[in-house]
């Protein structure tokens, strides 16, 4: 998967890296990382959602199916509910284990709450550096 941007904050300490607003968009969806990597352990303790760009498809439906004027109608339906169709349509994932072989669990959206694991580090004695 190719990525039109990517954007976010590390702060590093103590052999982990923390991160609460990684973004990766690409012409098919957006995702959204938030955790910890364990740079010195080679691990993982993330949080992923990936939220599909299925409301940009909707007006080349339109014109598929019922031609120009349903194509208007489906465009004018896509600019007014883009965010709240993709949002429907998120998926979210837990990433944890070795980088050589992840474990990737689909988690319930509705019951996805960061942990003060995944959480950066408060103390600001720790010596965190930011990138």
Known sequence: ???DEIDGSFTISKGQAYTNNLTMDAPSSQVEISGRIGLEDEDYDQHVRVIPNLSSTLPIAGAIAGGPGLAVVMLITHKLLQEPIDKLTEFEYRVTGPWKSPEVTRVDS?????TSENSEPTDSTAG???L
Not at 110 to 114: D, E, F, L
Request: glycine share 0%; net charge positive; hydrophobic share 25%.
């Open 110 to 114: 509705k019951k996805t709450t960061a």
């Open 1 to 3: 998967m190719s990525f």
């Open 128 to 130: 965190s550096d930011s």
